[in-house]
């Protein structure tokens, strides 16, 4: 008896690990830091990079296959300079666009997307400081998933969003900690 356990125990295939099943609604909440390049915006006194903060990510949306997520994502990064009066001002770059999410393996996804780009100075901003600039906004990132549940996943991704606007280019670069619910 113990020899035909064996044998039907030896034949056995090892358990695979649980593969996540992500349907419906999905969404998606950030937090990290960055930076800000600028191109050719002389009112922003011309090119340069500043680091800062990236507090606001949210994605909403659903996915259509266990794989793939459509995906509304706002996503910004910002940090502090000195406005036209000489005082502290927030710099800002957002995007606001329709992402396509795809998870290529269990742990990692890559997204990215078009919609609507904004930059310009936020709180402490004076009113000789330059005015908002809105553009085409572009976005990409890729990502990390280091713990997951049934529903959830906590994530680590690097992600690059892009201004492109009549008088200049900005592009953030961010590190992101990020949760998912799906």
């Given at each position: ?7 039907l ?6 358990a695979?690990?649980?593969s996540?099943?992500r349907s ?20 922003f006194t011309?090119?340069r990079t500043?680091?800062g903060?990236e507090?606001?990510?949210l ?16 996503k ?6 000195t ?7 927030q ?17 990692f ?7 609507l ?28 998933a ?14 690059a969003?892009?201004?492109f606007?009549g ?15 799906y």
């Amino acid at each position: 008896l113990l020899s035909i356990s064996l044998l039907l125990g030896h034949g056995a295939e090892p358990a695979l690990a649980k593969s996540p099943k992500r349907s419906g609604f999905t969404m998606e909440l950030g937090l990290g830091f960055g930076g800000i390049e600028i191109t050719r915006f002389g009112e922003f006194t011309g090119e340069r990079t500043d680091i800062g903060f990236e507090p606001h990510a949210l994605s909403l949306g659903g996915f259509i296959t266990n794989d793939v997520a459509i995906l509304f994502r706002w996503k910004s990064t910002y940090h502090f300079i000195t406005n036209s009066e000489g005082e502290s001002a927030q710099q800002f770059l957002g995007t606001f666009a329709c992402h396509i999410q795809w998870w290529f393996a269990d742990e990692f996804f890559v997204a990215g997307g078009l919609g609507l780009a904004a930059f310009g100075l936020g709180f402490g901003a004076a009113e000789s400081d330059p005015s908002w600039a809105v553009g085409l906004g572009t976005a990409a990132r890729i990502g990390y998933a280091f713990y997951r549940t049934d529903h959830h996943a906590f994530k680590l991704s690097v992600e690059a969003i892009g201004g492109f606007f009549g008088r200049g280019m900005a592009f953030g670069q961010t590190f992101n900690l990020e949760w998912q619910y799906y």
